[in-house]
Structure formats: C-alpha cells, structure tokens
Nanobody, 126 residues
Framework: VQLQASGGGLVQAGDSLRLSCTRS????????VAWFRQAPGEERSFVAG????????SYADSVKERFTISRDDAKNVVYLQMNSLTSEDTAVYYC????????????????????WGQGTQVTVSS
C-alpha cells in the first residue's frame, strides 16, 4: 500500500492550501488517516486525523480553527484544508494510514501508523 500526498506549494502568509492524500490500494475510509508535518530540525508532529467512521476528527492545538481534515469516500481521498497559513506552518506534510481495520479513534503517535506518503512541501512566506 502506498499513500500519495499532494497539493503543497509556496504561498504567502494568510493564504490557503488544500492537501490531498490518496491510497494505492484499499479504501481510505477503512482506516484511521492522519496528517503529520516535519519542519527542518524538528520531529514529526501530529496535525490532524480522521476516524474510520469519518465522524470524529482531531487537531493539534496549533492548527485548530484554521485547518480542516475531511474525506471524500467516492473519490477515495482525504483532504487537509489549511487556511490562514503562517510561516510556522512551513514544513513537509505527510499523510499516514493505520493498518488496523478495527481502530476507531485517531492516534497522535506516528509509530501507530503503518503506511506513509512521501510528503509534500508547504512553504509559507511572511
């Protein structure tokens, strides 16, 4: 299984971007999916996640009210809508999927995710 993250780019502070995460096999709705990010010199950190049911989402405090994770089951895509971007959002963004079909809740721990995308760079200029 491979995940593909896309949609990154160079934007100005205050702009918006929408990242997409697709899966090579299987339905994104069958597993917990999350977005993480990693800035240079920092550890990978949790950004947002969506449960298998799609009814529960979780966000890092730093992105609450600005970022929205969603899923389009018909297109088999998970999105991360990012608004009001700041320079502190600059990082490589990764989507990740858990392997378990039974996990219901979103985990914020990277080690609990089995499949990872290659990352997409988001750069916000101030």
């Amino acid at each position: 299984v491979q995940l593909q993250a896309s949609g990154g780019g160079l934007v100005q502070a205050g702009d918006s971007l929408r990242l997409s995460c697709t899966r090579s096999r299987g339905a994104v709705s069958a597993h917990v999916v999350a977005w993480f990010r990693q800035a240079p010199g920092e550890e990978r950190s949790f950004v947002a996640g969506i449960s298998r049911s799609g009814t529960s989402t979780s966000y890092a405090d730093s992105v609450k009210e600005r970022f929205t994770i969603s899923r389009d089951d018909a297109k088999n895509v998970v999105y991360l809508q990012m608004n009001s971007l700041t320079s502190e959002d600059t990082a490589v963004y990764y989507c990740a999927s858990q392997a378990s079909f039974s996990t219901l809740r979103v985990s914020r721990t990277p080690d609990t995710y089995t499949y990872w995308g290659q990352g997409t760079q988001v750069t916000v200029s101030s």
